[in-house]
């Protein structure tokens, strides 16, 4: 048994591997991996890009706020930690890029069971992050229908292919948000449908699943009041405003003159493509987004030139503006208290 667990973690990394490799080898079939010559016309403007990476982990993170602050206050706690909030958030998405088959999806719910926060179990963490993946699937698939119907397409041949791509992911997400809103009005329902389907599991399975449906509604039930909803997804269309704005930054100083429409669908294509379960650090799934997405709006020369100048540094930028951002995450999470469970103290940033 000692032999099988120490050899999973090879496995996986394998795997990713072995995934990232085929990704990359269908975005080389498209655009270079690593431009023969950097075409970078502002560097004025990557600077910008690069700033704009700490309202882009500041908001990121701060939206689940509006998930557990009432569950907190319905434990008897007056609102959760900001240092939990903001240290898991920014640590995390480091997280989430380094390990592979999107395996650091769970850093952030582990990190945020571990913040000590009334009421803020495993189980409310991964319910209240499911809630924010799936509201950024449904903007993410907006983003791509309403760039491509604002900006001018070139490659119109494979325009049926991506509508059809949003399509499917946006009946996943909604289905899924649909699951999590049901559970949360109807909770005895949810949990009754929960404990029969793990009954075909044993009286155990039952148990568990049901407890773990009715921790997840519980987190839902808050988040639907319209004071706690509307801020949440206010900002978090401000998270992929700013996004787009980033990439289009981008886009500009490599010479890539595109309107905000087309950023907003290349950000989408892209995003879309790093749901895929591929190597660390998101490589192979990143280069293959790029290389959907460009050809769209560049010619070849464009394409092989200030594309893939385009590809290369938008990957670096997000790769350590994330490893960056990690370090006062760790230092916020440093500062958690480890004694009795307190929702917040005094000292704690707004």
């Known amino acids: 048994m000692g032999g099988q667990g120490a ?3 090879w496995v996986a990394w394998g795997i990713s591997l072995i995934g990232a490799a085929a990704f990359l080898w269908l975005a080389s079939t498209r655009l270079q991996l690593w431009p023969e010559t950097f075409t970078l016309e502002s560097p004025i403007l990557l600077a910008a890009a690069a700033a704009m990476h700490i309202p882009y982990a500041v908001v ?3 939206r689940l706020q509006y998930v557990f602050d009432p569950l907190v206050k ?4 007056r609102r959760m930690s900001r240092r939990v909030l903001y240290g898991s958030g920014f640590l995390s998405f480091f997280v989430l890029l380094v390990l592979p088959l999107k395996l650091g999806e769970l850093s952030r719910p582990m990190l945020l069971a571990r913040g000590r926060q009334p009421g803020l179990g ?3 963490a991964v319910g209240g992050v499911a809630l924010e993946r799936l509201v950024d699937g449904l903007i993410i698939v907006a983003m791509l229908f309403g760039g491509l ?11 049926a292919d991506v509508r059809m791509v949003g399509m499917t992911m946006s009946g996943v997400f909604a289905l899924g948000l649909l ?6 009005r109807m909770p005895q329902r949810a949990v009754a449908l929960a404990s029969a389907i ?7 399975a039952r148990e568990l699943v049901a407890g773990l449906v009715e921790r997840v509604a519980g987190t839902m039930r808050g988040v639907l009041a319209l004071e706690h909803a509307g801020p949440f997804v206010a900002w978090s269309i401000l998270y992929w405003a700013i996004t787009a704005a980033q990439l289009w930054l981008v886009l500009a100083a490599c010479g890539i003159h595109l309107n905000g429409a087309a950023a907003a669908a290349i950000i ?13 650090a998101q490589f192979g799934t990143f280069q293959m987004g790029t290389g959907l997405a460009l050809p769209l709006y560049l010619d070849a020369a464009a394409l092989q030139s200030a594309g893939s100048t385009f590809s290369a540094v938008m990957y670096a930028l997000q790769l350590v503006g994330a490893g960056l951002m990690a370090l006062p995450g760790l230092a916020l999470l440093a500062r958690v208290p480890q004694g009795p469970e307190d929702a917040d103290s005094p000292e704690e940033a707004p």
């Not at 319905?74 to 706690?77: A, C, Y």
């Not at 119907?149 to 325009?159: C, G, K, P, R, T």
């Not at 699951?179 to 949360?184: F, G, R």
């Open 198 to 204: 793990g009954g075909i599991f044993g009286a155990r």
């Open 60 to 62: 990121r993170a701060l």
């Open 268 to 280: 989408a294509i892209v995003g879309l493509s790093i749901q895929l379960p591929g190597g660390p």
């Open 74 to 77: 319905r434990s008897g706690g």
């Open 149 to 159: 119907a604002l900006s001018e397409v070139q490659l119109e041949s494979s325009l």
């Open 7 to 9: 050899r999973r973690p």
């Open 179 to 184: 699951v999590l809103v049901v559970a949360a």
């Open 122 to 124: 495993l189980p409310e």
